[in-house]
């Protein structure tokens, strides 16, 4: 069985600034127009430590009027931001990576903290998440235009690029840093200024992101942000941000049924949208995969920050006549995981991040084992909000991962006979974020890659998250492309200037 922990849960309040080398980097207030400031009702909300339950600190619970200001701030700052040259933002996001990386330890305490992640993870995180400053960094002066030869006489074609103007960046939880600054990187590197909805269960990260940027100098107004509780105020901020005129571009990382919602809020002022939405990523291991690097593939692409990333593997799929092989060299390798506080010694996964994460996985467990999966390791509940990396074979004909992610430390095993058996029951979902296989046959490598129907494949990989690459799905799992060489173009505009000469 795996390591669970056992008297984590403290409760009481936590001093996070104790283990901080920069106390200052904890800020418990939101930011509008460079000022740290509190709701305009004075109403706040409490953060937990996800792992031991102790009440980190409050932040203010912002309704859709503060909304209102951040957006009018950023309206305001935008002119001159926009104005300034490439150049020049390069330079200032430039120090903001240097500063970014110089408090990484303390941007990765933040994250254990108020996520549950371990260290060890928590410190990946911050060095993806510092990566897309770097990388946005550099891209700031290559927002490259174009000119068309006319087929006119007289006349002379040139599209250049601009910013959008003011976003509205609406983030997730799973990753409090990186989400951040996968949106806050290139919007500001185009010359945008943006409002950060900060997700409700971690809003630490985003403000000591924030602090660092106001320190490197970012000027007042270009980067808000509003923190809101979950409910009625999260709703509202986020119809604010869609509903809103003034905000041009709403870039989006959540979960497929609120995607859906904000894209209809978002029509009544046509914004453009990029949405990273809900995947079921499939695993598929072929008969003539290495079977140690794929079962290594599965640990790694099915239980980082415990299954709950959107393109986690949701469905491992494993041929037939390896199917007993690797079943048990997975369930060997989960049996060695020590799950529990992340900042304690050793620990590889931590707990989820809330009470319906927790639920969610255990009824995908049930309702399988019920229809008569196995349970080759864990299945139960730990203490709070502990769940134990489970591993189940023999899986019925249906089970709940079929049709959902599960978003926890569940890896469920099917069967399959044949490529194109498995390639069609892959597909058959409604969206399409990343998928993965390992086998050794090169020409079934560029074939299979080529039909899944995904954003993105890992072939016999399964780490594909990088500052440098593009980062999407298609089908129901959204639009537009995070990262990468096109990363920017998602907050630039073309204007066409036809001269004539
Ligand atoms: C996500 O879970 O939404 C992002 C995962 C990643 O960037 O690797």
């Not at 320190?215 to 119809?239: F, H, L, S």
Request: aromatic residues 8%; proline residues 5%.
């Amino acid at each position: 069985m795996p390591q669970m922990p056992k008297n984590v849960i403290k409760g009481g309040k936590e001093d996070l600034t104790q283990v901080l080398k920069d106390p200052k980097l904890f800020r418990t207030d939101a930011y509008i127009d460079g000022k740290w400031t509190q709701s305009s009702d004075g109403n706040t909300f409490k953060v937990f430590n996800k792992a031991t339950q102790a009440e980190l600190g409050t932040v203010p619970d912002m309704s859709a009027a503060d909304t209102r200001k951040a957006i009018d701030a950023a309206a305001a700052a935008l002119p001159a931001w926009r104005e300034q040259s490439a150049k020049s933002r390069q330079d200032l996001l430039t120090k903001l990576f240097i500063s970014l990386q110089d408090n990484a330890e303390d941007l990765a305490k933040i994250i254990v903290a108020e996520n549950g992640k371990s260290l060890t993870e928590a410190k990946g995180e911050i060095a993806y998440s510092n990566g897309f400053i770097e990388w946005f960094a550099a891209e700031a002066t290559r927002t490259y235009g174009h000119t068309v030869p006319a087929p006119l006489p007289g006349v002379r074609n040139v599209v250049i690029k601009q910013p959008i103007g003011v976003c509205g960046l609406i983030t997730p939880w799973n990753f409090p840093a990186a989400m951040i600054t996968r949106k806050l990187g290139p919007a500001l590197a185009a010359g945008c200024t943006v409002v950060i909805k900060a997700p409700a269960e971690t809003p630490y990260s985003a403000l000591a992101i924030i602090e660092l940027a106001e320190r490197v100098g970012v000027p007042k107004g270009v980067i808000n942000v509003v923190t809101c509780n979950k409910g009625e105020r999260e709703a509202a901020v986020g119809k604010e941000l869609c509903e809103n005129s003034t905000v041009r571009k709403i870039s989006f990382t959540g979960s497929t049924r609120v995607g859906k919602i904000l894209m209809s809020q978002c029509a009544g002022s046509l914004k453009k949208l990029s949405f990273e939405l809900g995947g079921n990523a499939p695993f598929i291991v072929f008969g003539d995969a290495d079977l140690d690097k794929a079962v290594d593939g599965a640990i790694a692409g099915k239980f980082r920050g415990s299954g709950q990333t959107c393109i986690c593997a949701n469905r491992i799929y494993v041929h037939e006549s390896v199917y007993a092989e690797f079943a048990s060299k997975l369930a060997a390798k989960v049996d060695k995981f020590k799950v529990g506080y992340g900042m304690d010694e050793g620990v590889t996964h931590g707990p989820l991040v809330n009470q319906a994460g927790v639920d969610k996985v255990s009824q995908h467990v049930e309702q399988s084992v019920k229809g008569g999966a196995q349970v080759l390791v864990g299945g139960k509940r730990g203490e709070g909000l502990f769940y134990e990396p489970t591993v189940l074979s023999d899986l019925p004909d249906k089970v709940p991962m079929d049709d959902e992610e599960t978003f926890g430390p569940l890896a469920a095993i099917y069967k399959f006979s044949s490529e194109e058996e498995v390639l069609k029951k892959v597909n058959d979902v409604p969206v399409g974020l990343a998928g993965y296989f390992y086998s050794k046959d090169v020409a079934r490598c560029w074939r299979f890659a080529e039909k899944l129907e995904v954003g993105m494949v890992g072939v016999n990989a399964a780490i594909i998250s990088q500052a440098v690459v593009p980062f999407g799905g298609i089908k129901e799992s959204g639009f537009g492309r995070e990262g990468g060489r096109d990363g920017i173009l998602e907050y630039l505009v073309d204007k066409l200037m036809v001269f004539g000469v």
